[in-house]
């Protein structure tokens, strides 16, 4: 029988159809005992794996009854202390049936231990559990903020995973490159394909230097590598993306590691489409954005993802109710289910447009990767602050192109005129809100694990997770050891701590520059030097991002506009106190403090900010930019913020424009 | 323009800053760092005096050296040393960061690598932008820091960036260092401009790994051998080995700082700021009129300047 090139056969010649990517949404909130319910309805409604998402203390290494924890507990994730959380969290899931991805970076080492002490405490074969933590802590150092350790430490975290994991849970993907956050942080193709590789070769060159593994052993590690990347709206190029992907492992794994099994030197996927391109303008047209950006990853059979997630219509707005993720999903089961995309082999195979993209993609994100090699690898070109400063960049770049109308976001800066959206007419306003009652519970849980713990155990498993930690031994062990014993998240992550230090990176905005010059910003630096001219003093803006939200892009961008349009501008990264950002603030006599917070906690963070103004007897004017509900506005105006600042606000001169108009203001009371 | 401040609330904002409060400090400093801050700083260092500040005990550190040299984060491990290990003084840190030359804005990043505790009223951190003077001092720092004098007992200045401006700093410091990384290869670049001559110490930082560590030490110290001639007295400053990471010889550093007095420069540092004011403001003319002014070394600068002007004025006639 001749074998048709529109018909896609399986391994026994057969005509076959491809099964789906695995369903997943990425879900959490509130507490563990509402996650396990919102769990279970997903999967009943045809979700056919977990993606956990975990609170900021938890992904922060703190427990909720710490103070920092207190504004975000349950907020953009699940709250988990101890196993007892993970007891309700997976109550009646079959852990051992599931494939289960946990973004968990930090503390990925805990959150994997306390999965294993469950399995083991019901009596599963541990060596079944399947899934993923992300534990790509290289990305969190240049986009999310959720580290803790030096880049040493947790590089040591990571490999001590892999040593774990390939004896005991040979399904379970230690790490997870995530490339995602470095496409939301302004990272072009080029650059997402370059740092991604360079982190997963930082990744097996620190696992070779352990030296812990056979070879075959090792290639079986480079198996268990999977990757986390992002689909963003210029489809064509994204498909191509994940083309050189493919063709850029194999050829690292091939030619660098040497790794002979075509199995292990498969490049295994992951994608969320992209979020940075939600608008909160006509936020209805983000439903095409996703489905458009779901096409990339799904399209071409060649780079096609293993699991896919995508995020809710209404992200821009605030955190997805149920519904919202509800028809997220619906998207991807249409795709998968009612048309044909999974019954042809690729569609593009032999596309000479598709070639030439593909080889220049890879040409660049190879000489990219070749710099970063003359550093001495990834982790170097952390320290140093390259990567950082490349994304800030490439940030400010786009910024400025949407600025200047050079790239079209449709409702944003062309077609702004429209009918609003019915869709979000519900007295809910479209928008979730986390009972701010429901942290009691999660409190509740801690307290009582903590009364009736054995605290003779807790003390025991920490001190030998601390010796363990400093005699270079596998950490693993003790941990799973400390989950049994019913040790807090804060209690690990301490101890650690204790060790290893904490970690301060670079902000990555020193020396930027933005590539805009228009009329608004003539205009706004003429308010500069009238304001100059008047006070004698340039004006002074301290950007600040309180709390544990580490997605730090608005708070970069607004430092190296305030810059731009003239202002001295005192920006010093993310995981302040408010009580840091203020006394900043008072030291430098600042006319104006912009604070960032994309995390849910706008009303405790100023009202924390306002008592530590008052503290210092300082009339210092207070702005806020970041996710906030329109609802919460009125709330904010009465604690005292002067003006608040959402997505909507993406012109960066317009947003200079209003705060030189605040910081004017106070010129009479203060020449 | 004129004195912002009504002679009352000029002496309530004096009593709270020496008594830590950060804010009315804060507004001081922002005062001295305006242009025509003159009949400002006429008013206030005449109630300093009167009020009994007068800052001659302070100590003034400064820290000079490379971009990336980690000067901030050592500043950073000296501050927490400080201030567990002396808890009867107070510190004042002030870092100049550059100026964007396109905007005139600047991005103040220091703090960014140093973790400060909050409420504590001793210690000060004041950023300052160099106002398009590349590194160096701006014209204000000279008198932001006899403020700080009055009220703290050591003062660290920090600037970045490399050259002959950076140098300045020296001219009023008590004691002032070159921070380098190891083998950083800057040690014969600096031989050649002539600044090793300037320190009074040197800091080898980062020396997270004993080996190079030690190989950039015997690398130093060999090209400071040559300055033993041209050096009064033959000594060759001494060199500390430190590193952020390990903790190490921060308390050596700290000891040492601690040990220091102000200067014998001290005398001649407003004659050294009012030179550097003169050019700046009226050239070679100017230092040539300032060479003809008598002045008492141990007036006040506003004393001086205005000396100063009187004879530029009576010349330009």
Request: glycine share 6%; aromatic share 8%.
């Amino acid at each position: 029988m001749e074998k048709k090139d529109h018909i896609l056969y399986d391994k026994t010649g057969n005509p076959s159809k491809e099964p789906a990517w695995i369903f997943r949404t990425y879900a959490g909130h509130t507490n563990a005992k509402e996650s396990n319910e919102l769990f279970r309805k997903n999967l009943a409604k045809g979700q056919t794996g977990l993606s956990i998402a975990f609170d900021l203390p938890t992904q922060c290494g703190y427990s909720s009854d710490h103070a920092i924890a207190r504004p975000e507990i349950g907020k953009v994730g699940v709250p988990i202390n101890t196993l007892e959380d993970f007891r309700i969290l997976f109550d009646q899931i079959p852990i051992e049936e599931m494939n289960t991805s946990m973004t968990i970076n930090g503390t990925s080492m805990w959150l994997l231990s306390l999965y294993v002490a469950l399995a083991e405490e019901r009596g599963e074969d541990v060596s079944k559990l399947q899934g993923t933590t992300q534990n790509d802590i290289i990305k969190e150092y240049l986009a999310r903020g959720t580290y803790i350790f030096p880049p040493e430490h947790s590089i040591r975290i990571i490999v001590d995973m892999y040593e774990y994991c390939l004896k005991r849970i040979p399904k379970w993907n230690p790490s997870n490159i995530c490339s995602y956050h470095l496409q939301e942080a302004g990272a072009t193709p080029v650059q997402e394909l370059a740092f991604a590789l360079a982190t997963g070769m930082a990744i097996l060159d620190a696992v070779k230097e352990r030296n812990c593994f056979t070879h075959e052993e090792f290639e079986q590690c480079v198996g268990r590598i999977s990757f986390f990347v992002n689909a963003g709206i210029r489809f064509i190029e994204e498909m191509c993306k994940m083309r050189a992907f493919s063709d850029m492992w194999e050829e690292i794994t091939k030619g660098i590691y040497q790794v002979k099994s075509e199995k292990y030197r498969r490049f295994r996927y992951g994608v969320q489409v992209n979020s940075l391109g939600l608008t909160e303008e006509q936020p209805e047209n983000n439903a095409w954005r996703i489905l458009i950006e779901a096409l990339g990853v799904t399209l071409s059979r060649d780079a096609r993802c293993r699991a896919l997630q995508l995020p809710a219509w209404n992200e821009a707005l605030s955190l997805p109710r149920p519904w919202d993720q509800q028809w997220s999903l619906r998207l991807q089961q249409v795709l998968a289910y009612e048309t044909d995309l999974l019954e042809y082999p690729d569609l593009f195979e032999g596309s000479r447009v598709v070639e030439s993209k593909v080889k220049d993609l890879i040409e660049n994100a190879n000489k990219e990767i070749q710099k970063i090699k003359e550093m001495g690898g990834a982790i170097k070109a952390i320290e140093n602050g390259y990567m950082k400063a490349q994304l800030v960049k490439s940030q400010a770049e786009r910024l400025a192109k949407i600025n200047n109308d050079e790239l079209i976001i449709v409702g944003k800066n062309k077609w702004k005129e429209g009918i609003p959206s019915p869709l979000t007419n519900d007295p809910d306003g479209g928008i979730f809100k986390v009972d701010p009652k429901s942290a009691e519970q999660t409190l509740k849980v801690l307290s009582d694990v903590k009364a009736r713990r054995d605290a003779k155990k807790v003390a025991e498993s920490l001190a030998r997770l601390e010796d363990d930690a400093k005699n270079g031994k596998n950490l693993m062990f003790a941990s799973v050891e400390c989950a049994k014993a019913l040790v807090t998240t804060g209690e690990w992550a301490d101890t650690l701590r204790k060790i290893f230090g904490e970690y301060r990176p670079s902000t990555g905005v020193e020396g930027q520059k933005l590539n805009l010059e228009s009329d608004k910003v003539s205009n706004v630096r003429n308010k500069v030097e009238k304001f100059q001219k008047a006070t004698g003093a340039r004006p002074k803006i301290v950007v600040g991002k309180p709390g544990l939200d580490g997605h730090s892009n608005g708070a970069e961008m607004i430092a190296v506009s305030a810059k731009h349009a003239g202002f001295d501008v005192i920006y010093s990264g993310i995981r302040l106190t408010p009580e840091e950002i203020v006394q900043s603030a008072v030291e430098e006599n600042a006319n104006v403090i912009g604070v960032s917070i994309l995390s849910g906690s706008h009303v405790e963070l100023a009202e924390q900010i306002f008592a530590e103004l008052k503290h210092y007897k300082a009339d210092i004017p207070v702005v806020f930019g970041g996710i906030i509900p329109q609802p919460d506005f009125e709330k904010l105006h009465s604690i005292g913020v002067k003006a608040i600042f959402t997505p909507k606000d993406y012109d960066l001169m317009d947003v200079m424009d209003r705060i030189i108009d605040i910081v004017t203001e106070k010129i009479p009371a203060s020449v | 323009m004129t004195v912002r401040f009504a002679e009352k609330e000029l002496k309530e904002l004096i009593q709270e800053a020496s008594q830590g409060e950060k804010y009315p400090l804060a507004k001081l400093i922002s005062e001295l760092e305006k242009p025509d801050s003159f009949e400002f700083r006429k008013v206030l260092f005449k109630e300093l005096e009167n009020s009994g500040f007068n800052g001659n005990r302070s100590v003034t550190i400064g820290f000079t050296g490379t971009p990336g040299a980690g000067k901030s984060s050592l500043l950073g491990e000296i501050s927490t040393n400080f201030l567990q290990t002396v808890p009867d003084k107070k510190m004042a840190v002030v870092a100049i960061d550059p100026s964007s030359h396109i905007s005139g804005g600047s991005l103040l990043g220091d703090r960014t690598r140093l973790s400060l505790p909050v409420r504590e009223k001793r210690i000060f951190f004041r950023s300052q932008p160099s106002q398009l003077e590349l590194g160096g001092l701006n014209p204000y720092t000279y008198h932001v820091i006899r403020l700080l004098r009055c009220f703290f007992d050591f003062i660290f200045v920090e600037t970045v960036g490399i050259g002959q401006n950076e140098i300045e700093v020296s001219k009023l410091a008590d004691i002032s260092f070159l921070v380098m990384v190891p083998l950083g290869g800057d040690q014969i670049q600096f031989m050649k401009s002539g600044i090793m001559e300037v320190p009074d110490a040197f800091i080898l930082n980062k020396c997270d790994e004993e080996n190079l560590a030690r190989a950039s030490y015997h690398t130093l110290s060999t090209t400071l051998e040559f300055l033993r001639d041209i050096v009064p007295g033959g000594s060759i400053p001494p060199i500390f080995l430190t590193s952020v990471k390990t903790k190490k010889g921060i308390q050596e550093l700290l000891d040492f700082i601690l040990k220091s007095k102000p200067h014998t420069k001290r005398s001649t540092e407003t004659k050294v700021q009012i030179e550097k004011w003169i050019k700046t403001e009226y050239g070679n003319f100017g230092l040539k009129a300032l060479s003809q002014t008598h002045f008492d070394p141990n007036g006040s600068f506003e004393e001086v300047e205005t000396s100063a002007k009187t004879e530029i004025e009576k010349r330009y006639k």
